[in-house]
């Protein structure tokens, strides 16, 4: 019982640990994460998230918290008035074809400033699945989802498509086909709005040479003006060495190119990532891993270098309780802050219960549940 209940938190919490990235200096342009890659699987997990900045120095952070300071931003408040949410219980509980999912979210007080209500039904067909998805928001709107999913084992097609409509009752379609190749995959992707107007597309292609050992994925996206965007990479893993490389090639609608080429280099505790942009600047981040098995503690230091030297650094510390986790951590700026994980199943009504109770947490913490 309990290790199925902490499973779902340690996963998240694994994912929360692997997902740091580099930082850059204020005003300066980045082109992209790092890619964290200490084997296949994980370099591949890696290339599938989507882009996401680099962390900022320590600088950059200072200004924006000397904007919110200043009344830029209210840090008491999101969304206008609304006060900042201090802890979110989700529901989760089994239906004969499905599930259904409330979430609540509390302010420091105890009081609810939010509800969320999801249920998801799943049909079998005699190639896929088909899905309905209604959720419930916080302010009532109610958002829908309708979604097929199809194989054909003739030709290795599979299919899928769903259709979003908002509170509006606008309309958006995503329709995806693929298939295999003999040492891959292909596929494309193409959204249409509410008129049936194409809003974009997407193509992909992956190609594995097991003999160099390397992966190759191609995406090129399409603009609903016709203007293309490309990303190729190629990655490639030493299993003797330990160490995993990748080299990524963006072009632009105009055909201008950057590239950036990735290496991650397994240390006795961790691993060191390094980056190298078209600019030839290097970023690095070191990152490493201790167990204490006495107070069932797992801590994670990692340390990001920019291409000026500069430095910042983020330790966290994840604790098992008796029915979840607690999570800490110090942000760049000293402050502290974290969350209180836990989890609970009732048999009698198959429930199961995820709260997220927010610790003490200052501007730097940027400890995510």
Avoid: C, H
Wanted: aromatic share 2%; hydrophobic share 20%; charged share 30%.
């Amino acid at each position: 019982m309990r290790n199925g209940l902490l499973r779902p938190a340690l996963t998240a919490l694994a994912a929360i640990m692997v997902i740091f990235t580099a930082p850059a200096s204020a005003g300066q342009d980045v082109n992209g994460p790092i890619l964290l890659a200490a084997g296949p699987s994980t370099a591949k997990r890696s290339a599938q998230r989507p882009q996401r900045a680099t962390r900022p120095t320590q600088r950059s952070q200072q200004g924006q918290r000397d904007k919110r300071r200043t009344g830029d931003r209210d840090a008491k408040t999101r969304d206008g008035d609304r006060p900042e949410a201090d802890s979110r219980t989700t529901e989760t509980q089994r239906t004969d074809s499905g599930m259904r999912r409330t979430t609540t979210v509390r302010d420091a007080n105890g009081e609810v400033i939010g509800t969320r209500e999801g249920e998801v039904e799943r049909t079998r067909t005699e190639d896929g699945v088909t899905t309905q998805k209604t959720v419930t928001g916080a302010d009532g709107r109610v958002y829908r989802q309708e979604g097929s999913r199809s194989y054909d084992p003739d030709t290795g097609t599979l299919s899928s498509t769903t259709t979003s409509t908002g509170p509006d009752g606008q309309t958006r379609t995503r329709e995806t086909v693929g298939s295999q190749t003999e040492n891959g995959r292909v596929g494309t992707t193409t959204v249409t709005g509410p008129d049936g107007e194409v809003m974009g597309t997407r193509d992909y292609q992956t190609s594995a040479d097991r003999e160099a050992g390397t992966r190759t994925t191609t995406i090129q996206n399409t603009g609903a003006d016709g203007q293309t965007r490309t990303r190729e990479q190629t990655r490639a893993y030493d299993a003797e060495t330990g160490v995993g490389t990748a080299t990524t090639t963006m072009t632009g609608p105009d055909g201008t190119t950057a590239t950036r080429d990735t290496s991650v280099v397994k240390t006795e505790d961790g691993r060191t990532t390094t980056v190298i942009r078209s600019d030839g600047s290097v970023v690095t981040q070191d990152r490493s891993t201790s167990y204490d098995a006495d107070t069932d503690t797992r801590s994670t230091d990692v340390t990001w270098t920019d291409e000026s030297g500069q430095t910042a650094t983020r330790s966290s510390d994840a604790t098992r309780t008796e029915d979840g986790l607690i999570v800490t951590g110090t942000g760049p700026g000293g402050n502290t802050g974290g969350r209180e994980i836990t989890g609970s199943y009732d048999p009698e009504t198959g429930v199961w219960t995820r709260e997220v109770t927010r610790l003490d947490q200052g501007e730097d913490a940027e400890i995510e549940e």
